[in-house]
């Protein structure tokens, strides 16, 4: 694996490592997520696919003959951000769904990144984005980072874009970060930036964003469609869990301890630990 330049995203003490969703049409959206976005098949089984870049594992897919289409309305996932290593790739992957006519939902400039918008054919949210030098970023004396939300110049990032053609996407590329849908914001900010030791780092009407180390989030929850929402239950397609992944063991140590003092049940396995979220979402910490 060659080295590529790491973003700045993944050099924190926590990031998103991998996510998992269930669908009920495995075959077409495992399709969708290779053509689209470009992903690689990196494990295949009956039940499921596991889509990563270069060897890295960042989406797993599997379906259940049992699963219930998640309502609108419920806690679960908002979108799955794909960062990109750079704006030349964002670009470049531009090119390629302009070329196949890949229907967007929207495009926008947040002053700390630039994203593109889309969903996959289950309704399940998908962000596309690069970010830009951190010495551009607007910190505030609390420790917030200035974010808003403009209309992306779509046409100029299309201009700027190489002139070779598309080969997937690029190694570098991960899951920056992870959007969720919860039932209420300051339950979320108990959980993600209490326990877990990410912190606000900018908040929008009903809506909060969490980061480790000063990027500006790795995990973001709001309640814009699903206010109220209670723990998913049952087999629902959607977000079955996802990884935080620890870059330093005692942020870990810490989360650990927390989630101890609060008495949420915390399961040791090979791989790390698991829980779950306050809305029914798994999650797995690993050092």
């Known amino acids: 694996m060659t080295m590529t330049h790491q973003s700045f995203a993944l050099t924190r003490p926590v990031h998103v490592g991998q996510s998992h969703l269930v669908v009920r049409d495995l075959e077409m959206v495992a399709a969708f ?8 098949v990196i494990e295949k089984s009956a039940s499921g696919v596991v889509l990563g870049v270069h060897g890295l594992p960042l989406l797993t897919l599997t379906t259940r003959s049992d699963a219930a289409k998640a309502p609108r309305t419920a806690a679960g996932l908002f979108h799955t951000a794909f960062l990109m290593p750079d704006r030349a790739a964002l670009a470049h992957w531009i090119t390629h769904v302009a070329h196949n006519n890949v229907p967007l939902d929207g495009a926008s400039d947040h002053l700390v990144s630039e ?13 596309v984005y690069a970010d830009r030098p951190v010495e551009d970023w607007t910190f505030h004396a609390d420790g917030t980072v ?7 110049d779509l046409q100029a990032l299309y201009d700027s874009a190489p002139k070779t053609a598309w080969q997937g996407m690029q190694a570098g590329t991960a899951i920056g970060h992870l959007h969720l849908q919860v039932g209420n914001i300051p339950e979320a900010d108990a959980f993600y930036d209490g326990v877990l030791g990410l912190k606000k ?10 980061g480790a180390g000063t990027y500006h989030h790795h995990i973001a929850a709001n309640i814009w469609n699903s206010r109220g929402a209670t723990a998913r239950s049952g087999a629902m397609t959607g977000l079955a869990d996802y990884t935080l992944r620890f870059n330093e063991p005692p942020a870990l140590e810490k989360a650990l301890a927390a989630l101890e ?21 798994g999650l797995k910490l690993v050092a």
Request: negative net charge; aromatic residues 12%; without cysteine.
């Open 33 to 40: 997520y290779q053509t689209v976005l470009g992903l690689q």
């Open 115 to 127: 994203a593109i918008y889309l969903s996959d054919p289950e309704g399940n949210g998908i962000e």
């Open 146 to 152: 200035e974010m808003a939300t403009h209309r992306l």
């Open 201 to 210: 780092m900018a908040t929008y009407p009903g809506a909060s964003f969490f």
């Open 261 to 281: 003092a609060l008495e949420i049940p915390v399961t040791r396995t090979a791989e790390g630990y698991t829980l779950q979220d306050p809305w029914g979402m």
